[in-house]
């Protein structure tokens, strides 16, 4: 079954939904239920569920549309120039967290490409976010720390 890009507009996450569970040009967001809206763009296999969750999880953090929307073009333009493995590296240094991905990936031209088409459709999601809504991160962590309470004298 394919699936379709969506953005939540609840916890401003892109996510893979797959095209069954789309009525109505929208969806619920996997994560947390919300209404989530579909991102203009191809769908895909199930096969690049967990590669869009990882590609998504590394570059969300702390996006505005406004820079979704130039990294959008800077990876649309790397496609259409036919990549290269110093463009795709040049661009991914820019997420420590996708270190050990671009790492396994080194110079193998079809999976830059995959991760690039991938990354478009993250961004294009991104660009739909709304204004001062910045994407938020760690939410799940902050809430299984338990917070220390300094006892009071
Ligand atoms: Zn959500």
Redesign the pocket.
């Known amino acids: 079954m394919p699936y379709l890009p969506t953005l939540?507009d609840?916890?401003s996450?892109p996510r893979l939904v797959p095209i069954a569970d789309v009525t109505d040009g929208a969806a619920r967001?996997p994560?947390?239920n919300?209404e989530?809206r579909i991102v203009p763009s191809r769908s895909y296999p199930a096969a690049d569920l967990d590669l869009f969750d990882e590609l998504s999880e590394g570059v969300s953090s702390g996006m505005s549309a406004a820079t979704a929307q130039q990294l959008a073009a800077r990876v649309g333009h790397i496609l259409w120039s036919g990549s290269s493995t110093s463009a795709f590296n040049d661009l991914m240094e820019r997420w420590p967290g996708l270190f050990t991905l671009q790492t396994a990936i080194g110079g193998n031209a079809q999976a830059q490409r995959r991760v690039l088409q991938l990354l478009s459709t993250i961004f294009a999601a991104l660009a739909m976010l709304r204004p001062g809504m910045p994407v938020s991160s760690h939410d799940q962590e902050e809430r299984s720390e338990p917070r220390t309470v300094a006892p009071s004298r």
Do not use: I, S, V
């Open positions: 939540c609840h916890c996450r967001c994560d947390c919300g989530a």
